[in-house]
Nanobody
Framework: QVQLVESGGGLVQPGGSLRLSCAAS????????MSWYRQAPGKERDLVAG???????NYADSVKGRFTISRDNAKNEMYLQMNSLKPEDTAVYYC???????????????WGQGTQVTVSS
């Protein structure tokens, strides 16, 4: 019914930049809060950044000043601009979103499949 698809991951050198995208599609009535999470090998999945429908954003301390989250409500898409990347940013990055499906009266959370980001020289 609903799919979230991330793209834009890859291999980048320390200090480099990447831009991740997350596209929501399907029987969508409305998309509310959206977020980026990441999970490094052997570690828990942690919040990176979140954004409300109105554009209010919050960030993990480890990425403040380096990452910028944004969204295009008309396209049901979210982005993560990642600058000054560090090896410790290496992880699988996941997007999620609270979505109301057409015909429903409540929102549910949906997750993408993840995209690998590797920061290495």
């Amino acid at each position: 019914q609903v799919q979230l698809v991330e793209s834009g991951g890859g291999l980048v050198q320390p200090g480099g930049s990447l831009r991740l995208s997350c596209a929501a599609s399907g029987n969508i009535f409305s998309v509310y809060a959206m977020s980026w999470y990441r999970q490094a090998p052997g570690k828990e999945r942690d919040l990176v950044a979140g954004i409300t429908t109105g554009g209010s954003a919050n960030y993990a301390d480890s990425v403040k000043g380096r990452f910028t989250i944004s969204r295009d409500n008309a396209k049901n898409e979210m982005y993560l601009q990642m600058n000054s990347l560090k090896p410790e940013d290496t992880a699988v990055y996941y997007c999620n979103a609270w979505i109301v499906i057409i015909g429903n009266h409540h929102s549910s959370i949906y997750w993408g499949q993840g995209t690998q980001v590797t920061v290495s020289s």
